[in-house]
């Protein structure tokens, strides 16, 4: 099982980004995603997921900004992010788990956001 995490860079405050976590070896329909994140010096914490009905959770700290989604094949999910702060720079994780015990984390990719 893999999970490939892509499209950080670097953008201005306000500018947008979309992340893209794409799997292999499982199907994304089974399992719950989730994108995390790690700034520097932080601890890693939740910024959305969705479950296997679809239904997104946000922190609130992204609400009304980003929007995660499942794309229209059965392995990619993705984050789409918008009015980027700057607090919003750190490495974005995905992760794809189930109540059953499997946890699958992607390698991260780096989102900076500076003007």
């Known amino acids: 099982v893999q999970l490939q995490a892509s499209g950080g860079g670097l953008v201005q405050p306000g500018g947008s980004l979309r992340l893209s976590c794409v799997a292999s070896?499982?199907?994304?329909?089974?399992?719950?995603i989730g994108w995390f994140r790690q700034a520097p010096g932080k601890e890693r914490e939740s910024v959305a997921r969705?479950?296997?009905?679809?239904?997104?959770i946000y922190a609130d700290s992204v609400k009304g900004r980003f929007t995660i989604s499942r794309g229209n094949d059965k392995n990619t999910v993705n984050l789409q992010m918008n009015g980027l702060k700057v607090e919003d720079t750190a490495i974005y994780y995905c992760?794809?788990?189930?109540?059953?015990?499997?946890?699958?984390w992607g390698q991260g990719t780096l989102v900076t956001v500076s003007s």
């Open positions: 992760k794809a788990y189930n109540y059953g015990g499997s946890d699958y």
């Open positions: 969705v479950g296997t009905s679809g239904t997104p």
């Open positions: 070896g499982l199907t994304f329909d089974d399992y719950v």
